[in-house]
């Protein structure tokens, strides 16, 4: 059995397995995902709702939407997993090809952040097909991954007409006031192309719209915000050095005791703890 967490990315397809502990994710979804789950579970929790999704069930998640996946084992299945990401140019594209004498009309937009699938044999037939490529030593080709995207977003169409205009929907993207999120989210792993995708700006303009609200560049803030929670959670004994680092969003735990130290003139086990 594996014993860590294992994503392969192709192109969009992202099989990805979670073994064997729980892990809670909080995402501002930027594309749209479809989500096919055969083992495990996933729970999807977003405005005071929870969806479970279990083994053989699909999910589609909106894209600029904020949920929470809580994926676990159940008995001895490990959480296992492919996804589908489908990106603006890659909707346009599909969009152009399509006859628009044929779309349906005045047909509403899901509300939901979150929507679970029946299983139809289109979707089945999706799925199985891509088992192969949830092996890392399998790459498929890059023709074959666009053919694969193209038969998902047929699925989802001939599922629910709501998706015509779910997915066409081609209006400025949405930002959000960037402080705030990051506030929320600065001891998430994350990196400034993901904050800046997440805000919906791109990573120039992520910057430029940071200068405007910051006299410190948003690495440096990050990191400073970073620190100072960290010598909270060691001066009120929460957690130990050891530990620290991850929870506030430091990967590499040399860096977190070096920027540590240069911040505060001591090494995190030297914190005197304040109860």
């Known amino acids: 059995m594996l014993k ?3 994503v392969y990315n192709y192109w969009n397809i992202v099989y990805s397995c979670f073994v ?3 892990m809670l994710s909080e995402y501002r979804m930027p594309v749209h995902v ?3 789950v055969y083992s495990g579970e996933m729970l999807v929790y977003y405005n005071g709702r929870t969806l479970k999704v279990g083994e053989g069930n699909y999910i589609f998640i909106k894209r600029d939407h904020q949920v929470k996946l809580l994926k676990h084992t159940v008995e001895d299945a490990p959480y296992r997993a492919i996804s589908i990401r489908f990106e603006r140019n890659f909707l346009r594209e599909f969009f152009s090809t399509l006859n628009k004498d044929t779309l349906p009309k005045e047909v509403k937009r899901i ?3 979150a929507l679970l699938l029946p299983q139809t044999p289109a979707l089945q037939s999706l799925f199985l097909s891509l088992f192969p490529y949830t092996d890392a030593n399998v790459k498929p080709k890059d023709e074959i991954i666009r053919l694969k995207m193209q038969e998902a977003l047929y699925c989802l169409l001939d599922t629910d007409v709501r998706f015509y205009p779910t997915l066409f929907d081609f209006s400025e993207s949405w930002k959000i006031d960037l402080l705030p999120f990051m506030e929320a989210n600065y ?5 400034l192309d993901e904050f800046a995708t ?3 700006r791109s990573l120039a303009t992520f910057k ?5 609200v910051s006299d410190v560049s948003p690495e440096k803030w990050l990191i400073r915000k970073r620190l100072d929670k960290a010598y909270e959670l060691l001066a009120t004994g929460q957690l130990k050095p050891s530990e620290v680092y991850m929870e506030v969003g430091f990967k590499n735990r040399s860096h977190f005791f ?6 505060f003139g001591v090494s995190p086990g030297g914190v005197a703890i304040h109860i």
């Open 4 to 6: 860590e967490s294992q």
């Open 20 to 22: 064997p502990h729980e």
């Open 34 to 36: 479809l989500i096919y």
């Open 111 to 113: 509300r939901e952040s």
């Open 187 to 191: 001891t998430q792993d994350m990196t």
């Open 198 to 200: 997440y805000t919906g």
């Open 208 to 212: 430029r719209d940071f200068a405007k």
């Open 258 to 263: 070096s920027a540590f130290k240069r911040q």
